[in-house]
């Protein structure tokens, strides 16, 4: 494992169409390269961000088929860099799409690939329903995928709110996770810093968090503000929520020894019983009821 990981992370303005995509992708790649960095970080819908669905269904494909992901390869292999895609839609078995992501190895090589698994099926007051799960299949399965720089952890965007998730990546060793994403403006206002350091305080490992920003072709607007949080909750890189940026920067990755081991909450969790206290209406006393077990591996 190397000490450190420079990494390249991208705020993009997705288009409605592939070959606009691909045109930013190859630029910040070969600004990556040109920064001599050794891994560039795409957001969410780097690829595709088309709500039209006739537009939409006419475009995406399987993977092999996708031209981003295509490009992304081309991208790894001329320039020597791993390629972290962020995420672009392709054909799902059911008829929906996948909101997929791939790691690219520096000859172009797919090492992993990693499948949206919570839906941004949400209600905002004032605002229609969200309904990703209309257009998309979640994915069923966390990945972790080993590289020089320690494992990796692959997430998308809604992932976020689930700490669970992270909390077993972080049992798995990893020392850096990904959330490429594209916040709406209500929940990147209110949640979105908060929720990526609580994860990379509570797991003691760095957050690369690529994101959407502005006005999109297909009528979206997102926040923006594309962090990289440290093992301690640093916020190391803001790109703010105005327009496209890229940043590159270095992640000492002894920094995520160093957290744990200060604060050694991954081997300090304990199993415990969970009991419901209910009121019984008869008595008006408080009875104990197991609801389940529960607990960390170590």
């Known amino acids: 494992m190397t000490d450190t990981l420079r990494v390249s992370m991208v705020q993009m303005t997705s288009k409605n169409i592939h070959s606009e995509n691909v045109r930013s992708l190859r630029d910040a790649a070969k600004q990556a390269a040109d920064d001599g960095a050794d891994m560039l970080a795409l957001p969410e819908a780097a690829g595709l ?23 992304c390869r081309g991208e790894a292999a001329r320039h020597g860099i791993w390629i972290h895609s962020g995420s672009c839609p392709i054909k799902a078995p059911d008829g929906r799409y996948l909101n997929h992501t791939v790691l690219i190895d520096p000859t172009g090589k797919i090492t992993a690939r990693y499948d949206k698994i919570h839906l941004f099926d949400v209600f905002l007051d004032g605002r229609k329903a969200t309904g990703e799960s209309d257009r998309y299949a979640p994915g069923s399965e966390a990945v972790v995928a080993d590289s020089p720089f320690g494992p990796l952890a692959l997430s998308i965007c809604y992932d ?27 929940t990147g206002r209110a949640h979105w810093e908060v929720l990526l350091r609580a994860r990379a305080i509570e797991n003691g490992a760095f957050v690369i968090a690529a994101a959407q920003v502005g006005n999109h072709a297909d009528g979206r607007v997102t926040w923006g503000h594309s962090l990289i949080v440290s093992p301690w909750g640093d916020v190391l890189a803001d790109l703010g929520g105005e327009a496209e940026g890229q940043v590159t920067l270095d992640l000492p990755l002894d920094a995520v020894v160093a957290a744990r081991r200060q604060i050694p909450n991954l081997q300090n969790a304990r199993d415990y019983t969970f009991r419901h206290l209910k009121a019984d209406a008869k008595e008006n006393t408080a009875r104990p009821e197991q609801i389940t077990s529960t607990g960390a591996t170590t």
Do not use: C, N, W
């Open 49 to 71: 961000m088309d709500r039209d669905k006739d537009h939409a269904r006419a475009q995406i494909a399987e993977e092999a088929d996708d031209p981003y992901i295509t490009a």
């Open 160 to 186: 976020l709110r689930f700490p669970h998730m992270y909390r077993d990546y972080a049992l798995a060793g990893s020392t850096v996770m990904f959330i490429p994403s594209a916040f709406t403006v209500p």
